[in-house]
């Protein structure tokens, strides 16, 4: 079990950047391949990004692609998303997510553990 709390959201005009960060306990963070997905009003959970339990190896949505990084700190049990260039379609909470079977998937049935989500508003 591990318990994962974001933070880091608020809100940017377009073409800002905020970095939101997961802090991980309870669980043996570098085990983990984690992930950061993101829900908008009436929409459904959408993938933004994972990275491997080493932290060797990352993807990223299509709509994300180039603007946002993830990284993780496996010394501090953080995970992290830079989100630069940043567009009104980008307002969301925001969630990171553990996956303990290491699939390194894009959906949100393939994590096993959330947090609570920080939201981030993006205005024009």
């Known amino acids: 079990q591990v318990q994962l709390v974001e933070s880091g959201g608020g809100l940017v005009q377009a073409g800002g950047s905020l970095r939101l960060s997961c802090a991980a306990s309870?669980?043996?963070?570098?085990?983990?391949?984690m992930g950061w997905f993101r829900q908008a009003p009436g929409k459904e959970r959408e993938f933004v990004a994972a990275i491997r339990w080493s932290g060797g190896s990352t993807h990223y949505g299509d709509s994300v692609q180039g603007r946002f990084t993830i990284s993780r700190d496996n010394a501090k049990n953080m995970l992290y998303l830079q989100m630069n260039s940043l567009k009104p379609e980008d307002t969301a909470v925001y969630y990171c997510?553990?996956?303990?079977?290491?699939?390194?998937?894009?959906?949100?049935?393939?994590?096993?553990?959330w947090g609570q989500g920080t939201q981030v508003t993006v205005s024009s």
């Open positions: 997510a553990a996956d303990r079977l290491h699939r390194y998937g894009s959906r949100a049935y393939e994590y096993d553990f």
């Open positions: 309870g669980g043996t963070f570098s085990y983990f391949d």
